[in-house]
């Protein structure tokens, strides 16, 4: 059972016990996440759905997950626990796992992916949450750039065990061994020391001691904050450019290479992954040291050299390589989306809800990506399909080199040097 209390004391550093414990949460929880995505499509096709049924489903969990960024980070910001809501969280994944494996039909399915939806609002949002309160503002940054390495690494090795699972038992298999993992998750979690999290520093007030809720920016307030806004922007325009790139790639290839393509669509997946795991650790490093935003331009640059690529390129293995490009934004964004926002909302009592923020802006651009995509694609061939992603992803760029300002805080390199607790354990 998770425990409720809170440090009052934001100067005491975490104890090994808790860092790892978080260590083992991001692995276990980007394991039993990797069973969903691809697989329940490849799922539902196996069990004789239609194309249009399995695009309603996967649409209306995207829908609900998008919805649920607002509401999950109030939440987050409201409740003390972090890690009795991520548990709540964990056993909602599971329960869809389950109800996937169990009954394959289309309303328990719809229901299964509305439990997933909800969950997206919170479940990211959370991990970061703890990690803030963890570590504090100061050490945030290689904090994340560890839990980005470890949660690639358990989706790294989820992908790999559900498909050994899939061959030699079943594709109804993949969804229990999935829902399995909710058991070592909450282990992980309760393994975790609740008086390690600092109430106030996981919600952006770390300058608030007491067990009463920490006082809070007006919500408007936070919305209007010009950095924020830049930020928020910067990500719709590189998720409008980004997310349809890997979908169009495996239509197309689907169609180049016929039987072949599911084995290359899985190293595209894979390939940066693995860079992710690499040097996410030296992304969080960089930006304790350097600052944000000479990463953020390295991130944001290498999408539109990356779209361009793929419009030009048709041998497989040389979009492999170039999907290298992938995971060095990957890396970056998955280190600096959270820690950016911290930086631009720390003081205000509001960290949590600004993640939703950020998250339902650039959400909305994933999602239009990829039906403007399929319609230039349809239009105009799959090759210039690429090309809008080309621009807009420079688009991207030139309003983030143009507008996005530095946000690491200047006193923050000689705080951090003080507290690295994680690199102890």
């Not at 692995?27 to 069990?47: E, K, R, S, V, W």
């Not at 989706?155 to 993949?174: D, E, Q």
Request: aromatic share 6%; glycine share 12%; hydrophobic share 55%.
């Amino acid at each position: 059972m998770v425990a409720t209390t809170q440090s009052l004391d934001a100067g005491t550093s975490p104890s090994g016990q808790s860092l790892r414990a978080l260590d083992a949460v991001n692995f276990f929880i980007a394991a039993l996440l990797a069973g969903f995505g691809p697989f329940i499509a490849l799922f539902l096709g196996d069990q004789g759905w239609s194309a249009t049924n399995i695009g309603y489903i996967l649409s209306a969990g995207s829908v609900v997950a998008l919805l649920a960024q607002l509401p999950g980070g109030e939440l987050l910001d409201a409740i003390r626990s972090k890690q009795l809501l991520l548990a709540l969280g964990v056993i909602m994944v599971g329960l869809s796992a389950f109800i996937v494996a169990v009954w394959s039909t289309f309303v328990p399915v719809l229901v299964a992916q509305i439990l997933l939806g909800i969950t997206g609002g919170f479940i990211g949002p959370a991990i970061a949450a703890i990690s803030l309160g963890l570590v504090g503002h100061d050490a945030l940054a290689e904090r994340l750039g560890r839990n980005q390495r470890f949660q690639s690494t358990g989706n790294l090795t989820m992908a790999a065990l559900i498909g050994v699972i899939g061959y030699s038992l079943s594709a109804r298999a993949m969804f229990v061994a999935t829902a399995v993992l909710v058991i070592p998750t909450l282990l992980a979690l309760a393994w975790m020391r609740p008086a390690d999290i600092h109430y106030g520093q996981s919600v952006g007030a770390p300058d608030h001691h007491e067990r009463t809720r920490p006082p809070r920016m007006r919500r408007l307030s936070v919305c209007r904050r010009h950095g924020l806004l830049i930020f928020a922007g910067c990500l719709f325009l590189f998720q409008l450019a980004n997310a349809s790139i890997l979908p169009l790639a495996s239509e197309t290839l689907g169609h180049r290479v016929g039987s072949q393509s599911a084995l290359i669509v899985s190293a595209l997946v894979i390939v940066p992954q693995i860079l992710v795991a690499l040097i996410a650790p030296w992304v969080g490093e960089q930006a304790q040291s350097r600052g944000r935003r000479p990463l953020l331009l390295l991130g944001f640059g290498a999408l539109p050299i990356r779209a361009l690529l793929f419009a030009l390129i048709t041998d497989p293995q040389h979009l492999i390589a170039a999907q290298v490009l992938d995971g060095i934004s990957g890396a970056v964004l998955g280190v600096l989306q959270a820690l950016i926002v911290a930086d631009l909302t720390n003081g205000t009592g509001r960290f949590n809800l600004s993640q939703g923020f950020v998250g339902v802006i650039s959400g909305v651009g994933a999602s239009v990506s990829t039906a403007v995509s399929g319609l230039i694609a349809q239009h105009l061939g799959r090759g210039a399909g690429f090309l809008p992603s080309a621009a807009i992803g420079l688009a991207a760029f030139v309003v983030l080199w143009a507008f996005m300002p530095e946000t690491k805080p200047k006193h923050q390199g000689k705080a951090a040097a003080r507290s690295r607790p994680e690199h102890k354990a």
